[in-house]
């Protein structure tokens, strides 16, 4: 795995004034992961005011005269989302100052933003068959709209395949919930040959585990509702783009359909960025403890952790993953095993979602939408200590025994 050596954060400037990141720095003039996190998107300190700005609250701004920016109506522009999409850029794409950040109100508001701000009837799209559970209904909008919808998986690059003559093409490496993964470079460079244009769902890996601008990406586009927010108690979504124009007519679909986050919610999500490296450093090393403890088990088929090294996803992902998440998916020999394992679990909330702080699991095809297995469990890592998870999760598989 690469680590923050690979960092090229001095002097980080996005977007104008503010003492983002990477001002300081260690002694190689680089800004490691847990310094940019503290200070990611802090505007220059001003006497008396807090580090961080409170959440502003204001549907309208005062706007004597001609209506100029930035801010003058509370769907277009708020102050407290600028800090947050400066903060998400600084992890997104360190270093970089073409890089423009736009937040929404879920994960989903920002997928769809991508999408149906980029594509035309008669536009191609290739999609993974094996993504987040709401793009199959997704595709079905885009395909009310004359939108041609090709799906491929997402192991083995198989998207390649289907490339020629797309407008766009949706990547989700690792894929949620399977955990495959793709070769972001490979794909990118292709898609860019045939002038497409490329979208990374980068949720899982989150921007500390992997920077899909640096591999080729145009936009990044993440669920913040994950485990950049990381406490299971706000929706939040995001787009990180460097195509100007691309990112304009990103920002116009959301003036449209109006999918802004409330400035509560964007200030509590700035302020959870301040602990993202922490928390990311701890969940993935459980998790990687947590598989490498699931591997030992009779019981459990099907693991899947990119961050084992005899995991089919390992190798690209050692390529292009600094980390490699806090989610562990393995599949036991029923549906009724399965059942009984979740509820005899005390440290491990039986729910969806993942990334939070409390670990979380559940029964994958309970929701239908998932081709996996009736045993299929989806694990979401927390920051418990890893002792007494581990403890746990094998105390819950005994007890779940036939
Ligand atoms: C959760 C998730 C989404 C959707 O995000 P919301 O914030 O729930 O709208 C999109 N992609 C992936 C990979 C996800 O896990």
């Known amino acids: 795995m690469n680590d923050s050596a690979t960092d090229t954060g001095g002097g980080t400037r996005q977007q104008g004034q503010h003492s983002g990141a990477a001002d300081g720095g260690n002694a190689a003039g680089r800004t490691g992961d847990g310094t940019r996190a503290v200070r990611a998107g802090l505007p220059e ?7 961080l700005p409170g959440p502003v609250f204001a ?3 005062h706007l004597p005269g001609d209506p100029t920016g930035p801010y003058t109506y509370g769907r277009d522009e708020n102050p407290t989302w600028t800090l947050l999409e400066r903060a998400i850029g600084e992890l997104e794409a360190p270093g970089r100052d073409d890089v423009e950040t736009l937040v929404f109100a879920s994960g989903m508001a920002a997928i769809s933003s991508v999408l149906f701000s980029q594509l035309r009837a008669g536009d191609a799209v290739v999609l993974p068959s094996d993504g987040y559970q709401v793009l199959p209904l997704v595709r079905a909008q885009l395909e009310a709209y004359g939108v041609e919808v090709r799906t491929a998986p997402t192991g083995g690059d198989a998207q390649l395949d289907v490339l020629d003559g797309a407008k766009l093409l949706w990547i989700e490496t690792p894929s949620n919930p399977g955990l495959d993964v793709c070769d972001v470079r490979r794909l990118a460079e292709a898609a860019h040959t045939r002038g497409a244009l490329v979208a990374v769902d980068n949720t899982l890996a989150s921007p500390l585990g992997q920077r899909p601008l640096e591999l080729g990406a ?4 993440a669920s913040g509702t994950k485990q950049l927010t990381g406490h299971g108690d706000i929706l939040l979504g995001y787009v990180t783009g460097h195509d100007a124009e691309a990112m304009t007519a ?9 999918a802004i986050p409330g400035p509560m919610e964007a200030w509590l999500a700035h302020r959870s960025i301040a602990t993202l490296e922490l928390r990311v450093e701890r969940q993935n090393a459980t998790a990687l403890k947590v598989a490498e403890a699931l591997r030992e088990r009779p019981e459990v088929s099907g693991l899947r952790y990119p961050g084992l090294p005899d995991d089919p996803s390992h190798k690209i992902a050692s390529q292009q993953m600094r980390r490699y998440g806090c989610v562990v998916s393995f599949t036991l020999p029923t549906r009724a095993r399965a059942d009984r394992f979740l509820d005899a679990l005390r440290l491990v909330d039986d729910a969806t979602s993942f990334g939070g702080v409390r670990s979380t699991a559940e029964r994958r095809g309970r929701w239908g939408g998932d081709s996996v297995p009736e045993g299929f469990i989806r694990l979401s890592v927390g920051a418990e200590d890893s002792e007494d998870l581990l403890a746990d999760l094998l105390r819950a598989l005994d007890e779940s025994a036939d």
């Open 59 to 61: 549907a309208h701004f």
């Open 45 to 51: 300190p001003v006497k008396h005011e807090p580090t």
């Open 250 to 258: 990103v920002r116009r679909w959301r003036k449209i359909v109006g």
């Open 218 to 221: 145009d936009f990044s586009v």
